[in-house]
């Protein structure tokens, strides 16, 4: 028997019978799920792991535990709880769909996909998932985890992210996802494709021996799962020159609030400057640091300068904690704190 001639609620039974023993249970945001907590997490897990994600959860349900309560917060406060986090646009978004679901739905956030999907910063997975694991109704879901999961049980060829195969998969998934007349829990069903891709079906090392689905998965039959999904063309990662000043005095360090949109947007930084001013030496130099973004390295030089900016403040040592500083940015001041004395 195939993939394709497993029956649907065959494979969603298995599946559930494996994710009750051998599932994941205890995360937080599982406990008393709501859709602010589900859109919470599932903003915060994009592109980011769930070690990871844990502790900036918790924080986060205590100093925001209501959608009404981060709409009322001021973007620093946001940003600043989200400093470390990366990928700053989803705080951004988080925000705004807070706003929104208080400005236009009364805080009560809709029942139903497309009035889900309204909501800025929700697409089609987060809708799904809130709709699984808050209301636990008919919720689609197709993330990283289920990409992989699908493309290697059904033996699917091609670029994941592309189109076609991005359409086949959300096919897959509106199929095989309980609907509203079965008895099976829309709940469980969504946590577990998202365990067994996140620990079973895993991207390097599959643990194909143990999976409940082994008969009837394609990629095992073919001998094959070392290849699906056809793996992404290795791109070469650029390295990209920047100079940021440093100005001190009084013991308090300028910075600039850069813009909204774009890298490390609506975050404090140091002064970016336009080129290397060649009139400073390298003797000079502050300090050096690098880091990488998804589609570049950066290689900074940090070095004294006294500009200022329309959009730029002062800052002592203290209030650095109420402000959102990316990561690279924060270490590198931590690191040279001592040298917040009049510039010295």
């Known amino acids: ?55 900036y959860f918790e924080r986060w349900m205590v100093s925001f535990p209501t959608v009404e309560i981060l709409a009322a917060a001021d973007e620093d406060q946001v940003m600043a709880h989200w400093q470390g986090l990366g990928y700053y646009s989803r705080a951004r978004n988080l925000h705004k769909a807070a706003k929104y679901v208080v400005d236009n739905c009364q805080g ?22 809130i709709m699984s694991f808050a209301y636990d109704g008919y919720g689609p879901i197709v993330d990283g985890n289920v990409k992989r999961l699908f493309c290697r049980f059904f033996a699917i060829e091609g670029q994941i992210n592309s189109s076609k195969v991005v359409k086949q998969l959300w096919q897959l998934a509106e199929q095989y996802t309980p609907t509203t007349e079965s008895a099976l829990s829309n709940r469980n069903f969504a946590q577990a494709l998202l365990d067994m891709g996140a620990t079973l079906c895993k991207p390097k090392n599959p643990d194909c021996a143990v999976c409940p689905l082994q008969q009837h998965c394609q990629a095992l039959r073919l001998d094959r799962v070392s290849e699906l999904p056809t793996p992404k ?3 070469v990662i650029p390295v990209k020159p920047a100079w940021f000043g440093w100005a001190v005095a009084d013991q308090k360090i300028y910075l600039v609030k850069r813009p909204s949109e774009g890298i490390w947007g609506g975050l404090w930084c140091l002064p970016e400057l336009e080129q290397n001013p060649s009139q400073v030496s390298e003797s000079k130099a502050v300090g050096r640091f690098r880091h990488t973004f998804s589609h570049y390295k950066l290689a900074a030089e940090v070095i004294p300068c006294s500009q200022t900016h329309a959009n730029g403040q002062w800052f002592d040592h203290k209030s650095l904690a109420s402000i959102g500083l990316p990561k690279p940015i924060k270490s590198f001041i931590e690191k040279h704190l001592i040298d917040l004395s009049d510039g010295a």
């Open 108 to 129: 009560q956030f809709p029942a139903d996909l497309a009035g889900l999907e309204a909501i800025p910063g929700v697409g089609r997975y987060t809708a799904g998932a």
């Open 1 to 55: 028997m195939t993939a394709s001639q497993l029956p649907v609620t065959d494979f969603q039974h298995q599946l559930l019978a494996w994710a009750n023993t051998q599932g994941r249970h205890d995360l937080p945001w599982q406990q008393s799920p709501s859709p602010y907590s589900v859109l919470v997490s599932e903003i915060m897990l994009q592109q980011t792991q769930v070690a990871t994600v844990i502790p």
């Open 233 to 235: 063309p290795k791109k």
